[in-house]
């Protein structure tokens, strides 16, 4: 075992031994945090303006636009509105749910409770591999921020930040240097390479399309790239290629067959990590080819606003809730009364809720829109498997796109909602899918046909459309984690097809997943 991975070890146990203790007294860890972060937020202008109580349990539920003015106003103004301490990071949401962004004002206590998550969930990890090893890690995140604020502060996301809080320890283990983490386009078409040129113990990503990317970009590249790798010079303004001699024969003799596996390109590669629930669920059979016998774990549900779970199984999803690293409350779906609010410890074993945050960032019984199921408890904190967004959303990856969107784009192209035909998720979670009623009595095939043809039509206008409208959407198609959207006739005896007639039901255009 190397330095690197005793120091590991021994920095992430008192993380481990926080996380027990928390989910153990889940009720003091509230109180704690609670007194935390209010000591940081309580006196900004936001919360001094609201007046009131400060208990917890006093204050009402929120939507982001309850916060956005303030939010807004302090990005103009070089402060926070909704803490005392100062701006260090913008985590945007890169507009996956609306035509506006969404800012968050990050803090150094965000940071902390984002370590404190992440640093548990890495600690539960080596309870599973011993023999893990540090020297190489690669997180396949977003890049640098590429703007500021009007006051310098950096716009990003939040994937990035969580690799940015590992500081020194995290350049080192990372085999992509910063020069090309810095620039998107460089990282998008080179970073794959520089990850060939070390040994990696664990790989992570977001989600298993962004794994798949990865290992395609590999192999489309793989003979331009085994060139590099075999000492032919990189592109100016590309940093060098520091590979060993060793490593080099092994790449070459790999990657010149025509199938490869992660573990045969990376034999110290003990983890690989991503989100297995939700949709991306869907995309796990799209990268078992390369994953072969390495372990392929669920990460931390997560989103920009807080991290919140710390898996501890191979073979099961989800995670008990960090209750000592952010404020969550949970509502019963179709509540949105604060009196209905139930604590983490006090969940129903197989029910879905809806998450209530609150953080250092001065947000306080926000409502994120996540729906999440109890599947169980680990000492008093609830196991919490992701479900969906709310409705009116469909997910794809790390895409949302909400229904009133939709609607907008279609009208825009001259296409009317109707209880024929629906958009939905492809199986593998990284296409819309538009699905037509097919033939039935009192609908022939005809028309069944008609529609379809009418609505292929849609299908390119609809993805440039969305392109324009969705930065991210915009971005995963450029880089291949998006596909094209597809059309499907489906059988009309379906039973999504059984919705409401009344005057004043309106057609699901939108379903938050994909449909055998």
Sequence with gaps: MSFVDHLMRFALAPAGRHFLQAIRHPE????????????EVGGSAFWRNEGGSSRLED????????????????????????STLPVLYYATTGATTSKRPKRFPITCSYGTQMKAVGSAYAWSVL????????????????????????????????????????????????????????????????GPLYALSRDLGQIAAVNAAKLRAFAEQIESHREKWLEY???????????????????????????????WLFEEVWPALRNISCWRAGVSALQLPT???????VPLRDAPLACTEAWLTVPMWDNRIGGPLHTGANIVEMLPLGSEDVADIVQPWDLTEGQDYELL????????????????????????????????????????GQVSIAESDLTEVLAELGYEPARTWCVVSSRTGDALRVLVKDA?????????????????????????????????????????????PELQLLAANHDIWDQPTHAQAKPKLLLPSFVD
């Design 28 to 39: 003091e860890a509230k109180a704690a945090q609670w007194k935390a972060i209010w000591s």
């Design 59 to 82: 204050f009402p539920i929120r939507e982001y636009e309850a916060f956005r003015p303030s939010i807004e106003q302090g990005f103009e103004e070089g402060t926070s509105q909704l």
């Design 127 to 190: 309870q599973r591999a011993s023999d893990l090893s540090w020297a190489g890690s690669l997180t396949l995140t977003s890049s640098a921020p590429q703007t500021c604020s009007p006051h310098g502060v950096p716009i990003g996301y939040a994937s990035w930040y969580a690799l940015h809080l590992q500081g020194f320890v995290g350049r080192y283990i990372s085999p992509i240097p910063q020069a090309v983490l810095a620039d998107d386009a460089i990282y998008q078409e080179w």
């Design 229 to 259: 790798l075999d000492g032919k010079p990189l592109p100016a303004g590309l940093p060098p290629l520091k590979i060993k001699s060793a490593r080099r024969r092994l790449l070459c003799h790999v990657l010149d067959n025509a199938h």
């Design 287 to 293: 990268v078992q080819k390369w994953v072969g016998n």
């Design 357 to 396: 945050l609150t953080t250092s960032m001065g947000l306080v019984r926000y409502r994120v829109h996540d729906v999440v199921r109890c599947t169980g408890f680990v000492e008093r904190s609830p196991v919490l498997e992701f479900r969906h967004k709310t409705a009116f959303t469909l997910r794809l």
């Design 440 to 484: 039935a009595d009192g609908r022939s095939a005809e028309t069944a046909q008609a529609e379809a043809a009418h609505l292929r039509q849609l299908l390119k206008p609809l993805d440039e459309r969305l392109r324009d409208l969705l930065p991210v959407y915009d971005h995963d198609r450029n880089v291949g984690w998006m596909k094209p």
